[in-house]
């Protein structure tokens, strides 16, 4: 049974073994909802703002999915232990969420031993998570973007992510990505045609993206054999020395053949 006490919401004593729902309740005020004599509820769906202490809790309830916003503390565990937090979104404490699955990446100390180890960064981020399928034919462990933070693609070149903000991303993949055989993929175009390797989508639901990479060249350096010929040159032929000699050969025959005609005519006149 639930009682209005100081602009809030309690429930009075209840038996264990009758299970309690506390949901769907929005709560503006210096109480917010008060669970203290109770254990053993569920309190899930509730919006609590502007309250001293949101919620008054005593032991082994599950508090899941609520929404509590400028209040002085998160949230007060009261003279218990044992309850089950998660997934609920405290919007003064969000922290950061790098891997942008729309849960911080730190658990949110409440106090008393409890703590949210799944905060959701913003209200019903419940409501707002799905899934993104990233196709490539890229190497595992190859680097990929989304609105700076960096991701890497499996085994089998996919990556699955999960998304927990209707929002705008921004994709960055590899211009090229070496190879260990030397050679490359280069970025050819998005499956939708999209030929640039960074691009801007606006995502609200469960979305697959396909890059297509093709080979490149080998980069490795392959030293180009070569050969050297040796060549003897053709000596020149000594045209000038043969000129010489063969006019000095000439020259001898003729000064013999007059010798020899000279002779002949001295023999006949002394006969």
């Not at 008060?34 to 082994?60: F, K, M, R």
């Amino acid at each position: 049974m639930l009682y209005p006490i100081k602009s809030g919401i309690s429930t009075g004593a209840c038996s264990s073994n009758i299970p309690v729902l506390v949901s769907d309740n929005t709560v503006v005020g210096a109480w917010g909802l008060g669970i203290a004599a109770t254990n053993g509820e569920t309190i899930t769906g509730n919006n609590i703002t502007e309250s001293h202490t949101p919620l008054i809790v005593n032991s082994a309830n599950v508090i899941v999915n609520n929404t509590i916003s400028n209040s002085f503390v998160a949230l007060s565990i009261y003279q218990g232990s044992g309850n089950t937090v998660y997934h609920n979104n405290f919007i003064n404490d969000a922290g950061k969420d790098s891997n942008l699955d729309g849960i911080g990446d730190t658990p949110l100390v409440i106090g008393n031993g409890e703590q949210d180890s799944y905060p959701f960064m913003q209200p019903n981020g419940w409501l707002t998570k799905f899934h993104l399928t990233l196709d490539t034919n890229l190497p595992a462990s190859t680097a990929f973007q989304i609105n700076g933070t960096s991701f890497s693609v499996s085994q089998g070149g996919t990556a699955n992510l999960r998304l927990g903000y209707f929002a705008t991303y921004s994709f960055g993949l590899p211009q090229t990505v070496q190879l260990a055989n030397g050679s490359t993929l280069n970025f050819s175009r998005w499956a939708d045609g999209v030929t640039s390797a960074t691009r801007t989508l606006k995502l609200s639901g469960n979305s697959t993206l396909e890059a297509v990479y093709v080979l490149g060249a080998s980069t490795t350096t392959t030293a180009a054999s070569s050969s050297s010929t040796t060549t003897t040159p053709i000596p020149e032929f000594p045209v000038q020395s043969l000129i010489t000699t063969l006019a000095f050969s000439i020259t001898a025959a003729v000064m013999l053949f007059a010798r020899s005609q000279k002779r002949n005519m001295d023999s006949r006149s002394q006969s």
